[in-house]
């Protein structure tokens, strides 16, 4: 038996205890640092006072969900794992489609690597929209969204609910992202397993800021599950995909566009996946595909309105974002932490958003994520973990760097 493998030039050793890696969709530091500050995560609290260790990461670009989470789970940047969005336009068929099948990936899973050594891992989602991409590979994937429908025969678990003594929430529930937790630790004690994904869902972060309600209730049930997987002698590491801002602002591109007379443009939002409802597709990052002989003209004025940060060519982004330069637009748009990007005012529908206005992500000011281990880390791992580490490097700590 091998007691480590090789996954995308990086090695990993095999979990020598239980270990789960945690996602909270949409954890930006700051709704942490503030159930801390106000007691409410008293697990937390005393993990970290016992040698448990949190700093602050980097997301990759565009701070979204399907390209993080596949930075966690291959451990590169999306220009090796090939998914640089939710969505994005297939230029073969010139259709938009969701960046949401195994066949766009191009890097193989750490669970991938570790069950082919023997291993036994697991995968859970909150929203479906990610289950299959987690399960390349013939990784046991499923997702709270879908727990009724879904089985995992090859573990004996021929029904997912009945492991839950309460009713499946809606997607748009609070407490769906508990449920997947949940989900995940009563697999665990029917059929024990090395290694554990789950990836939460970021509704109630699109719905509130830190101190909301809703935010309170999800960071305390957060905690007592956290308590719950320690209590059953897990290792554990947090981390987001990306973080959330309030965006008061829209720039409606393809509004934009028209007024200086481009009549080439077709804006691409990569934020986009089945569940609009709560950000009505808009964020900080879009792709602007169009003809060559407009992209300058596209680039300039687009670059001269007050709330845009950065407009780069599909070259320049490939690079500064490490980006598949044949998956992105002929330009790459970001814009600031007030500011959304939209195609055209008529496209978006926003009866959806609390009346307290959008809150979404997608761009620089949404990278920040937290990085927190259960346990210390050696070195070099403690140093690197302090400064300059990202979301593809939270499988790397937990499995290679912690003392033991
Ligand atoms: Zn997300």
Redesign the pocket.
């Known amino acids: 038996m091998t007691d480590a493998v090789v996954c995308n030039g990086r090695e990993y050793r095999l979990p020598t205890q239980p270990t789960v890696v945690l996602t909270i ?2 954890g930006d530091p700051r709704y942490i640092d503030d159930a801390l500050s106000r007691g409410l995560m008293p697990t937390l609290q005393a993990m970290l006072g016992n040698g448990g260790v949190y700093a602050r990461g980097r997301g990759c670009m565009p701070s ?2 399907n390209p993080n989470n596949m930075c966690i789970v291959t451990g590169v940047a999306p220009s090796l794992h090939g998914i640089p969005g939710n969505h994005y336009l297939d230029p073969d068929s010139g259709e938009e489609v969701q960046l949401s099948d195994p066949r766009f990936l191009r890097a193989q899973t750490i669970h991938e690597a570790l069950q082919k050594a023997g291993a036994r891992v697991l995968m859970v989602t909150a929203k479906d929209k990610l289950r299959r991409l987690l399960g390349t590979g013939s990784v046991p994937s499923i997702s709270a969204e879908r727990a009724d429908e879904l089985s995992l025969p090859e573990l004996g678990i021929p029904d997912l609910t009945g492991l839950i003594r309460r009713p499946k929430p809606g997607i748009y529930d609070w407490d769906l992202s508990p449920y997947a937790m949940e989900l995940a630790l009563a697999i665990h004690k029917k059929a024990p397993r090395d290694l554990i994904y789950v990836s939460l869902t ?1 509704y109630v972060q699109h719905t509130q800021p830190p101190g909301g309600e809703l935010a309170d209730c999800f960071f305390r049930r957060f905690d007592e599950l956290l308590k719950d997987y320690l209590d059953e002698g897990f290792d554990v590491a947090i981390t987001a ?2 973080g959330m801002n309030a965006k008061p602002k829209v720039i409606y591109l393809e509004d934009v566009l028209s007024t200086v007379g481009v009549a080439s443009a077709r804006v691409v939002l990569p934020i986009t996946d089945p569940y609009v409802v709560h950000h009505g597709a808009l964020g900080s990052f879009a792709w602007l595909h169009l003809a060559a002989s407009e992209v300058e003209r596209a680039r300039e004025a687009i670059a001269a309105l007050d709330g845009i940060e950065d407009v780069y060519t599909r070259e320049e982004a490939a690079v500064l974002f490490e980006h598949p330069a044949d998956r992105i637009g002929d330009l790459s748009i970001t814009a600031d932490a007030q500011t959304a990007l939209g195609k055209s005012a008529a496209k978006h529908d926003l009866s959806g958003l609390t009346p307290s206005g959008l809150r979404s992500h997608g761009g620089r000011h949404e990278q920040l994520v937290p990085l927190i281990l259960s346990r210390p880390l050696r070195e070099p791992y403690r140093g690197r973990h302090r400064a300059g580490a990202s979301t593809a490097d939270i499988h790397d700590f937990i499995l290679n760097g912690i003392d033991s």
């Open positions: 969709d949409g979204l969900t970021d995909d990306h």
